[in-house]
């Protein structure tokens, strides 16, 4: 950040008084801007034990598989950002089910959170953000392909959980200088 959004001067980088971090603070208005994660939401739809995936037609990662999610919108609460992503990208429409992952995706400065969610339909589609979506078995997924660690860890708690009839919650970050917890 170069300039400040509120009154148009310059910004320094320094740790405000009553602070403990640096941050971009305008040298005229005083205005503090704070960077924080952006939400990254999406859910793993499923009718009869097949699950719904998308093949990124977007980068990062383009022509890599997903689940249907993305960048939470203002004005929405999760389970509705879910529900439109699913709708954009397969547009397909769903029930937002149980929390299902929270995933601290550091180095990105981004949060992602999946639900459980039932296709009501299996009328789908590619949407703008999607080569192709398709809805298949859990042996079909093609895993060597997807797109982030997130969408893996998302997708082996959700089968372990199906595979013990469980719906727990799991947490887990990423950071290119870790390991998943």
Same mark, same amino acid.
């Given at each position: 950040?170069?300039?400040?959004?509120?009154?148009?001067?310059?910004?320094?980088?320094?740790?405000?008084?009553?602070?403990?971090?640096?941050?971009?603070?305008?040298?005229?208005?005083?205005?503090?801007?704070?960077?924080?994660?952006?939400?990254?939401?999406?859910?793993?739809?499923?009718?009869?034990?097949?699950?719904?995936?998308?093949?990124?037609?977007?980068?990062?990662?383009?022509?890599?598989?997903? =689940?249907?999610?993305? #960048?939470?919108?203002?004005?929405?609460? @999760?389970?509705?950002? %879910?529900?439109? *992503? !699913?709708? /954009?990208?397969?547009?397909?429409?769903?029930?937002?089910?149980?929390?299902?992952?929270?995933?601290?995706?550091?180095?990105?400065?981004? =949060?992602?959170?999946? #639900?459980?969610?039932?296709?009501?339909? @299996?009328?789908?589609? %590619?949407?703008? *953000? !999607?080569? /192709?979506?398709?809805?298949?078995?859990?042996?079909?997924?093609?895993?060597?392909?997807?797109?982030?660690?997130?969408?893996?860890?998302?997708?082996?708690?959700?089968?372990?959980?199906?595979?013990?009839?469980?719906?727990?919650?799991?947490?887990? *970050?990423?950071?290119?200088?870790?390991?998943?917890?």
């Amino acid at each position: 950040m170069n300039y400040c959004s509120n009154c148009g001067s310059a910004v320094t980088v320094l740790v405000p008084e009553g602070e403990h971090l640096p941050r971009h603070v305008c040298t005229r208005c005083q205005t503090i801007h704070y960077q924080n994660p952006k939400l990254v939401v999406g859910c793993v739809p499923e009718h009869d034990g097949r699950l719904l995936i998308c093949r990124r037609a977007i980068e990062p990662r383009r022509g890599y598989w997903t =689940v249907p999610a993305g #960048f939470m919108e203002n004005g929405e609460t @999760l389970q509705q950002a %879910a529900a439109r *992503e !699913s709708q /954009e990208e397969a547009l397909a429409d769903v029930e937002i089910g149980s929390l299902l992952t929270v995933v601290h995706v550091l180095h990105a400065h981004q =949060v992602h959170v999946f #639900f459980r969610a039932r296709l009501r339909s @299996l009328e789908v589609g %590619a949407g703008p *953000e !999607s080569l /192709e979506v398709r809805i298949v078995h859990p042996d079909e997924i093609p895993w060597p392909d997807l797109a982030f660690p997130s969408t893996e860890f998302t997708l082996r708690r959700y089968l372990d959980d199906r595979a013990r009839n469980e719906e727990r919650h799991h947490f887990t *970050e990423f950071d290119r200088r870790l390991t998943p917890a």
